[in-house]
């Protein structure tokens, strides 16, 4: 049964990848980090629920293996498709967000990285609707960039989901979505966190394709 | 086998002996080379050959398989096309539904009718119906910023990418005196001598270049261009067998679309220029985009459909 369930996640995880390829043909920009396995955070703007799979999408199969993207547990538990898909499928690192549950979600981030996974958060907390390219982000990167400083945070901008997908209408546009890998940061010593994370902000915005229009 | 198979197969083996030859140059070019030296000009050239090898098999089975195959591989040209230029042309949300009437609707619309040999209206679905209807989508949506900057880049993404690339298989639907259903080989005509002759107008605007035709847009010479258009009308007399032109016209349609191609791929710089980008996408590697494969065919379709209509029929 256990091995039917990860056969299928596969399965599954191939689909995910052909669909996003077929749709957007989407590609990655590997800016300033090679696609070689090391351990890495990729934190990433967030402005649609296809921000991670498109992610996960352009990783090399060796990469893909060891990636676990940090979701929130509401989103991924409400039913037990994506109950398969979330945690099965991409393995993510789920983050019990209810105000009332006192699950630390900084531990089970370091618990991850002291596993040897490479990560994919979203710095913002939540998905971006405003016309503003980034949101302030959450202290998150900062704290656990301080708690594993050899971790490599590398700033990675998806491109064009806005308008491939806006909130809201139902057909996708088949545009071409770029993923930008920048160069990796890390928290320097005596940095303060407001410092940190304006850095890292401005890193990431550094990564979107100029185009003038 | 017809007649027109046997060319069709006699025109793809005649391409792989060119395509065999320039990867032999290639291979001992690199063995010629010191051990653990990489030279980019070759590694770029070697890359554009495997693309080359892609696209005559592509084109050729496409041929082979008649009417269907040409009609498949050109209407997934146009999508490809029109999604590297609508990815950087401007739009906004209010948008988001005549786009996507644009991919979904419009060009399909445009392959079917051409497989119907609709000429009366493939001719104007687009430029007429198209062109006034999505913008009345867009405009329902109530945004007026930048309203005809959008609507504008909409309809060149559609103009370039769908109709013209559409009159290549189009040529399929000419009625040719004693022709009769050889009108396929136009189509292998038309882009081996814009292909063939952009390549040679390559080779000799980097041998020969001296004046630029349009510097601060792009690296072609006038030089490259008359040799390129030289070529490709010796290359189109030599093709004369397979067309109902005869040798000296098919020397001219050969220069005509190959000068309109050239001539085209300039446009298709300067909007790139515009754009600040150097290649329309990463899809066909070495050679960037399909734009930037197809420009040059992209404007010489439609004159070469015209001058075909026009003078043959």
């Known amino acids: 049964m256990k091995f039917l369930r990860q056969f299928a996640a596969r399965i599954v995880g191939q689909s995910i990848r052909i669909f996003c390829r077929a749709i957007t043909a989407v590609r990655a920009d590997w800016k300033g980090i090679e696609p070689v396995p090391r351990q890495r955070v990729y934190f990433a703007n967030h402005t649609s629920n296809a921000d991670m799979p498109m992610i996960w999408s352009v990783l090399p199969p060796a990469l893909r293996r060891t990636v676990r993207p940090v979701a929130a547990a509401d989103y991924w538990l409400k039913n037990k498709l994506r109950a398969f898909v979330g945690p099965e499928v991409f393995n993510c690192v789920l983050i019990d967000r209810r105000p009332e549950v006192d699950d630390k979600p900084l531990d089970r981030i370091i618990e991850a990285l002291d596993e040897g996974a490479s990560l994919i958060i979203f710095p913002e907390g939540n998905r971006n609707m405003t016309d503003d390219p980034l949101l302030p982000f959450k202290a998150g990167l900062y704290n656990m960039g301080k708690a594993r400083p050899d971790v490599d945070l590398v700033p990675t901008w998806v491109a064009n989901l806005t308008e491939i997908m806006p909130k809201g209408e139902v057909i996708p546009l088949p545009l071409i979505c770029t993923v930008t890998f920048g160069e990796p940061i890390h928290v320097k010593d005596g940095e303060s966190k407001d410092d940190f994370l304006a850095r890292a902000s401005q890193a990431l915005l550094d990564q979107r394709p100029e185009v003038r229009t | ?313």
């Open chain 2, 1 to 313: 086998m017809t007649s027109t198979t046997s060319d069709i197969l006699l025109l793809a083996f005649g391409s792989f002996g060119i395509l065999i030859a320039l990867t032999v140059l290639g291979e001992i070019l690199r063995a010629r080379e010191e051990p653990g030296f990489n030279n980019p000009v070759l590694d770029t050239y070697m890359t554009r050959v495997q693309s080359w090898w892609g696209m005559v098999a592509f084109v050729g089975a496409a041929l082979l398989l008649g009417k269907v195959g040409v009609m498949v591989l050109f209407a997934f040209a146009s999508f490809a096309a029109l999604r590297e230029v609508l990815t950087l042309t401007a739009k906004a949300r209010a948008d988001h539904l005549s786009l996507a009437l644009a991919f979904f609707v419009v060009l399909p619309l445009q392959y079917v009718f051409v497989a119907m040999e609709w000429t009366g209206l493939y001719m104007v679905f687009i430029p007429v119906y198209a062109f006034l209807f999505l913008p009345i989508v867009s405009a329902l949506r109530g945004n007026p910023e930048r309203y005809l900057v959008r609507v504008a880049e909409t309809q060149w993404a559609l103009m370039i990418a769908v109709f013209c690339v559409s009159l290549v298989p189009a040529l399929m639907s000419l009625d040719i005196d004693g022709y009769g259903d050889r009108s396929l080989l136009l189509i292998a005509f038309l882009v081996m001598v814009v292909q063939f002759g952009d390549l040679l107008e390559y080779f000799f605007g980097r041998r020969i270049g001296r004046t630029r035709i349009a510097p601060g847009l792009s690296p072609k010479t006038w030089e490259g261009l008359i040799m390129g258009v030289a070529s490709a009308a010796i290359i189109g007399s030599m093709l004369a067998w397979i067309t109902p032109f005869g040798v000296l016209g098919a020397a001219l349609m050969a220069a005509v679309s190959s000068l309109v191609g050239m001539l085209g791929s300039l446009v298709v710089a300067a909007i790139k220029r515009d754009r600040g980008v150097k290649d329309w996408s990463h899809l066909i590697p070495g050679q960037g985009g399909f734009v930037d494969q197809l420009d040059s065919v992209i404007f010489a379709a439609p004159i070469f459909y015209q001058l075909t209509v026009y003078f043959y029929t």
